[in-house]
């Protein structure tokens, strides 16, 4: 059963940093194509940040170059986010995801490949 769990998140001030990930149900997860998607109230949801299976390649939006960073943990199952200098616009529901299409692919920023997602975690930057 593919399984998704997102950490909880929270809230930080503008300029704080926060980390968030995301535990796959098995190691079937180091294959694949993984990425990070969010939404805000009223919004759709947008990428962020993405990362082939072996993580030699890696995708941002404009909107969080040089801010965030998409990795993984040593044994390839949980997929990290790490966020700095967030701002009041970073203010989502974020969301991890992988896709049954994704075995061995390339990065990929099309919200459309992706069909397996975790639960959401808001995260909240507000002073």
């Known amino acids: 059963q593919v399984q998704l769990v997102q950490s909880a998140g929270g809230m930080v001030q503008p300029g704080g940093s926060l980390r968030i990930t995301c535990a796959a149900s098995?190691?079937?997860?180091?294959?694949?194509?993984r990425g990070w998607f969010r939404q805000a109230p009223g919004k759709e949801r947008e990428f962020v940040a993405a990362a082939n299976w072996n993580f030699s390649k890696t995708r941002y939006s404009d909107s969080v170059k040089g801010r965030f960073t998409i990795s993984r943990d040593i044994t390839g199952i949980t997929l990290n986010l790490q966020m700095n200098d967030l701002e009041p616009e970073d203010t989502a529901v974020y969301y991890c995801?992988?896709?049954?299409?994704?075995?061995?692919?390339?990065?990929?920023?099309?919200?459309?490949?992706?069909?397996?997602w975790g639960q959401g975690t808001q995260v909240t930057v507000s002073s």
């Open positions: 995801a992988s896709g049954s299409g994704l075995y061995l692919a390339d990065v990929t920023d099309s919200i459309a490949d992706y069909d397996y």
């Open positions: 098995g190691n079937w997860i180091t294959k694949y194509t």
